[in-house]
């Protein structure tokens, strides 16, 4: 799976094209997530697979809990795609998890 493409203004700059599609590839939706998973439980399952630079469960203001998706970003982009390869469909706190690039055009 390809990363997003990047903006044609870019191309004239190619360190901040880099590091754009750096992040694009490293950063991960995680979608399905049971309302009772944690930042730690998603950091646990996921960081067999690198070193992960953030992790992020959408929560609802008021009850707190888990709106059913959420964000893991590695250090590197091979992590990333070692970790979608392996946990997209598996079970997480009782429930199937979708994993998928992150998309940042969106």
Same mark, same amino acid.
């Given at each position: 799976?390809?990363?997003?493409s990047?903006?044609? #203004?870019?191309?004239? +700059?190619?360190?901040?094209?880099?590091?754009?599609?750096?992040? #694009?590839? @490293?950063?991960?939706?995680?979608? =399905? $997530?049971s *309302?009772?998973?944690?930042?730690?439980? $998603?950091?646990?399952? +996921?960081?067999? *697979?690198?070193?992960?630079?953030?992790?992020?469960?959408?929560?609802? *203001?008021? @009850?707190g809990?888990?709106?059913?998706? =959420? +964000?893991?970003? +590695?250090?590197?982009?091979? @992590?990333?795609s070692?970790? $979608?390869?392996?946990?997209? =469909?598996?079970? $997480?706190?009782?429930?199937?998890?979708r994993?998928?690039? #992150?998309?940042?055009?969106?």
């Amino acid at each position: 799976m390809q990363c997003s493409s990047v903006p044609a #203004a870019l191309k004239a +700059f190619p360190l901040a094209r880099l590091l754009i599609i750096r992040q #694009a590839c @490293s950063k991960l939706f995680i979608g =399905g $997530l049971s *309302h009772d998973t944690n930042e730690p439980v $998603l950091k646990e399952a +996921f960081e067999q *697979h690198g070193k992960i630079i953030e992790v992020k469960v959408i929560c609802d *203001h008021r @009850s707190g809990k888990s709106k059913g998706y =959420g +964000f893991v970003q +590695f250090m590197s982009e091979k @992590s990333a795609s070692s970790a $979608l390869e392996e946990l997209n =469909g598996q079970l $997480l706190d009782g429930r199937n998890i979708r994993v998928f690039y #992150a998309n940042k055009d969106g």
